[in-house]
């Protein structure tokens, strides 16, 4: 019977670390786009001022991306949430963005399960860069309701 609880416990540690290890991969991934495409858009707009070409800074199979303004963020789990909340604000803030999440409320009361779904994937099919697991059919639906349009990024 001990045994069994030290592996019980042993499992929980593990998924604990591997979701703390998950969120700070997908923050560094977020900052990571916003550095890139915001940047990408300022050094545009100066070498378009200066009238002289700029083929140091040109990153190959990255498209043309205005700068971001907004991000679209959904959860699975409202306890995830709460570890995002503090960073989305201090993004929000840095670089004067709108943020939009959805949380998935298992609720079977306030509305359809499929219908939250189908509603959150055409809102995200809008997007022009996508942030997420590459195993996750949810993403590529978004991906295939987007017409295949956006820059798909997996920070695995």
Same mark, same amino acid.
């Given at each position: 019977?001990?045994?069994?609880?030290?592996?019980?416990?042993?499992?929980?540690?593990?998924?604990?670390?591997?979701? =703390?290890?998950?969120t700070a991969?997908?923050?560094?991934c977020?900052? %990571?786009v916003?550095e =890139?495409? @915001? &940047?990408?858009?300022?050094?545009?707009?100066?070498s378009h001022?200066s009238?002289?070409?700029n @083929?140091?800074n040109?990153?190959?199979?990255?498209? @043309?991306?205005?700068?971001?303004?907004?991000?679209v963020?959904?959860f699975?789990? &409202?306890?995830l949430?709460s570890?995002?909340?503090?960073?989305?604000?201090?993004?929000s803030?840095?670089?004067?963005? =709108?943020?939009?999440?959805?949380?998935h409320?298992?609720e079977? @009361?306030t509305?359809?399960l499929?219908?939250?779904?189908?509603?959150?994937?055409?809102?995200l099919?809008?997007?022009s860069?996508?942030i %997420?697991d590459?195993?996750s059919t949810f993403?590529e639906?978004?991906?295939?309701? %987007? =017409?295949?349009?956006q820059?798909?990024i997996?920070?695995?």
């Amino acid at each position: 019977s001990g045994l069994h609880e030290d592996d019980t416990d042993s499992r929980e540690f593990e998924s604990s670390q591997r979701e =703390k290890y998950n969120t700070a991969l997908y923050k560094t991934c977020i900052l %990571g786009v916003l550095e =890139k495409f @915001n &940047s990408q858009t300022q050094s545009q707009t100066q070498s378009h001022t200066s009238n002289t070409p700029n @083929n140091s800074n040109t990153t190959p199979n990255i498209p @043309n991306i205005s700068p971001i303004t907004s991000i679209v963020i959904t959860f699975d789990d &409202s306890a995830l949430y709460s570890e995002y909340e503090v960073f989305l604000l201090e993004i929000s803030l840095q670089y004067n963005l =709108k943020v939009i999440h959805y949380i998935h409320h298992l609720e079977y @009361n306030t509305m359809n399960l499929l219908q939250q779904a189908v509603i959150q994937m055409l809102s995200l099919a809008k997007t022009s860069i996508l942030i %997420g697991d590459d195993r996750s059919t949810f993403l590529e639906a978004v991906f295939w309701f %987007g =017409k295949c349009k956006q820059l798909v990024i997996h920070p695995y």
